[in-house]
């Protein structure tokens, strides 16, 4: 399977932004799922989006409206855009690759995805 390496995690202040990258994101199945997940100390590991080969995408209530999934095919990339960060956001940050499911379908519940990268850490301070 594809290695997975997320990239782009830093300090930022509250209201800052930062772009997460995952290189390596490959869609080997048409039906393949590529997501973001979080999890912090003693919490359980939290999804925020999902986006299948397409390009459709599907955000967890803690992501919309604030996160942004997309993809680089060419660079075989998986982008996290995130905008107006809070204190609550500070987390270990994965990418991970799941499915298969049907086009459309994809979601960011941690059950579907099977391959996960290292993850980086985002912390916001207030």
């Known amino acids: 399977q594809v290695q997975l390496m997320e990239s782009g995690g830093d300090s930022v202040q509250s209201g800052g932004s930062l772009r997460l990258s995952c290189a390596g994101s490959?869609?080997?199945?048409?039906?393949?799922?590529m997501g973001w997940f979080r999890q912090s100390p003693g919490k359980e590991r939290e999804g925020l989006a999902a986006?299948?080969?397409?390009?459709?995408?599907l955000y967890a209530r803690t992501a919309k409206g604030r996160f942004t999934i997309s993809q680089d095919a060419v660079k075989k990339t998986l982008y996290l855009q995130m905008n107006n960060l809070e204190p609550e956001d500070t987390a270990m940050y994965f990418c991970?690759?799941?499915?298969?499911?049907?086009?459309?379908?994809?979601?960011?519940?941690?059950?579907?995805?099977?391959?996960w990268g290292r993850g980086t850490q985002v912390t916001v301070s207030s």
């Open positions: 991970a690759a799941g499915g298969p499911l049907p086009m459309g379908t994809c979601s960011p519940i941690t059950n579907l995805y099977f391959n």
């Open positions: 490959e869609y080997t199945d048409t039906r393949r799922c």
């Open positions: 986006i299948d080969r397409d390009g459709t995408t």
